[in-house]
């Protein structure tokens, strides 16, 4: 599966766009983007997925750019609840369908 | 919403004791992962199950671990005898199992181990 590199940590200003970048230079043509995160002491909870079109749900956007290489999670308007680990899993689709998780982005958003 | 369940949330043992944790996945889920994560890390895979069938335990290490999904649905997990180094979170997801991208994974809240 491909590796993913994230930065360790951020800092985003509350009401402000968070945007979390990812890089998967060597992602496969089959392999779709996943972005979870963690709050403190609990599961880590799906945000959203993507191939290689931009998606958006209720949580975040989702930016993934044309040569598939990176892409960007967007929290449009960040909140202090939005302080979490968030990971960045790239997965095949097929076979065991195994998550390969990195050490994620700290995000800490501040008031 | 449906959630992975998981119990207890938090297990202190004694090193060389027996511990258990148990994982009931969302109704109708046929795949069921196990998870460790050690603290400042990501999750990694233990085991994975398909219905009751085993279909991934390469990271699982075998002399003290187990995992059992006798009757497809829920899960144990064991380790005997418990040492220092398993101290961490153990994670439970579940999925659809079918074949498409939204097999998404969906998490338990996790159980905290401390091996004293």
């Known amino acids: 599966d491909a590796k993913t590199t994230q930065p360790t940590s951020m800092d985003c200003a509350e009401g402000r766009a968070a945007n979390l970048p990812c890089n998967h230079s060597t992602i496969s043509g089959n392999e779709y983007v996943y972005w979870y995160r963690q709050i403190h002491s609990q599961g880590p909870q799906y945000i959203i997925h993507?191939?290689?079109n931009n998606e958006t749900n209720e949580m975040a956007s989702l930016i993934i750019t044309e040569d598939r290489k990176s892409s960007t999670l967007i929290l449009p308007h960040a909140t202090l609840r939005d302080t979490a680990v968030y990971y960045c899993i790239v997965r095949v689709v097929g076979g065991t369908y195994k998550y390969i998780f990195g050490t994620g982005t700290r995000l800490k958003v501040l008031a | 919403e449906a959630e992975v369940a998981q119990s207890p949330r938090y297990k202190i043992t004694e090193k060389s004791q027996a511990v258990a944790f148990w994982c009931d996945p969302i109704s109708g889920h046929a795949t069921l992962y196990w998870y460790r994560q050690i603290l400042g890390q990501g999750p990694e895979l233990l085991v994975q199950?398909?219905?009751?069938?085993?279909?991934?335990d390469s990271q699982l290490p075998k002399d003290r671990f187990s995992a059992e999904r006798l009757k497809g649905v829920d899960s144990t997990l064991k380790i005997q005898p418990a040492e220092l180094g398993d101290s961490a979170m153990y994670l439970c997801a579940s999925s659809t199992g079918q074949g498409s991208a939204k097999n998404i994974q969906y998490f338990g809240a996790g159980t905290r181990l401390s091996v004293l």
């Open positions: 993507g191939l290689k």
């Open positions: 199950f398909q219905d009751e069938s085993v279909v991934d």
